[in-house]
């Protein structure tokens, strides 16, 4: 069975400091790797992709993979109040559909 | 493009009654999925339809059925609804399902009394 594990949260960080999110997996063929970012009722967005060992920043955002630990992380530099938000983690392994965690609730402190 | 639609937004039910919701999408998507969304239960897939033609069952399908009309929609039927099925639904699709992401569209609230 796939599974991909967050903590619930709520993880609580001031204005301007850097918000860590951490997910693991236990599909070792898992080949992509998601962040999707849902705001209270809302539908999930995808804010980033990850396919290869290594980091991916995109402004803000910096996404850390590492298949051999099977964790994938988000970090959110600068956090701002309007990214406090529940934050999904998404894997794809093989033609099968998207398996998520329960996200991580996010609150940034003004 | 209007990316994923869903109709209707909101929906009150009595126990017992049916309805369809509906998805569209305009990406040329070749995979569509319906998810229940319920508070500390996260994303739980109901169906999906992996290419035009073809639909297959998730992780709580009971209480419900699909029809992949055409390559555009994706309807999900509750043929008797209960109580339990309040939720927010979400439909998402993508295009190439052994790499690509999936995209959402806005949602159901549904509320069976």
């Known amino acids: 069975q796939k599974e991909v594990e967050q903590n619930s949260g709520p993880l609580s960080v001031p204005e301007g400091a850097i918000a860590s999110l951490n997910c693991t997996y236990s599909?070792?063929?898992?080949?992509?790797f998601f962040w999707y970012r849902q705001y209270s009722g809302k539908s999930p967005e995808l804010i980033m992709s990850i396919y290869s060992n290594g980091d991916k920043e995109d402004g803000r955002f910096t996404a850390q993979l590492n298949k051999a630990s099977q964790y994938v992380s988000l970090l959110i530099r600068d956090s701002q109040p309007s990214d406090s938000a529940t934050y999904l983690c998404?894997?794809?392994?093989?033609?099968?559909?998207?398996?998520f965690g329960k996200g991580t609730r996010l609150s940034v402190i003004a | 493009n209007a990316g994923v639609t869903q109709t209707p937004k909101f929906q009150v039910l009595k126990t017992g009654q049916s309805m369809t919701l509906q998805c569209a999408q305009d990406m040329n998507h070749n995979s569509m999925y319906w998810y229940r969304q319920d508070p500390g239960m996260g994303l739980r897939l109901i169906y999906y339809s992996a290419s035009e033609g073809t639909t297959d069952k998730g992780e709580v399908p009971n209480g419900y059925n699909v029809s992949r009309l055409n390559k555009r929609e994706f309807s999900l039927r509750l043929e008797s609804a209960a109580p339990s099925q309040t939720s927010v639904y979400f439909c998402a699709s993508r295009f190439n399902p052994s790499t690509d992401t999936q995209y959402f569209g806005p949602g159901t609230r549904l509320t069976v009394l």
């Open positions: 998404a894997l794809n392994s093989g033609n099968t559909p998207l398996v």
């Open positions: 599909d070792r063929g898992s080949q992509s």
